[in-house]
Nanobody, 122 residues
Framework: VQLQASGGGLVQAGGSLRLSCATS????????MGWFRQAPGKEREFVAA????????SYADSVKGRFTISRDNAKNMVYLQMISLKPEDTAVYYC????????????????WGKGTLVTVSS
């Protein structure tokens, strides 16, 4: 599975961005999809995950109520809608895929794409 994240950029605190992740290669079917992020000088951390059907989602506490993960299986796309952005959301955001579950996604995923940089200015 090849993954390519896009949609990052510079935004002021309180602003919004929508990240997209395009998938290609092996069939998209059945994969749990997730978003992770890595801030400068910090370890990569889990942000959100969504099941194949979209019926189950999981979020890090730090983004609950502000970020929404969604997917369009017909288009092989995954999205991360981010609102009320904070400077501490500044990071490189990565999309990922795995055949595990939403619950296990927090521990890591099998397939990773190149990230997209989100910078939130204060």
């Amino acid at each position: 599975v090849q993954l390519q994240a896009s949609g990052g950029g510079l935004v002021q605190a309180g602003g919004s961005l929508r990240l997209s992740c395009a998938t290609s290669g092996r069939t998209f079917s059945g994969y749990v999809m997730g978003w992770f992020r890595q801030a400068p000088g910090k370890e990569r951390e889990f942000v959100a995950a969504i099941s194949w059907t979209g019926s189950v989602t999981s979020y890090a506490d730090s983004v609950k109520g502000r970020f929404t993960i969604s997917r369009d299986n017909a288009k092989n796309m995954v999205y991360l809608q981010m609102i009320s952005l904070k400077p501490e959301d500044t990071a490189v955001y990565y999309c990922a895929a795995d055949h595990g579950t939403v619950q296990t996604a927090v521990y890591g995923m099998a397939y990773w794409g190149k990230g997209t940089l989100v910078t939130v200015s204060s």
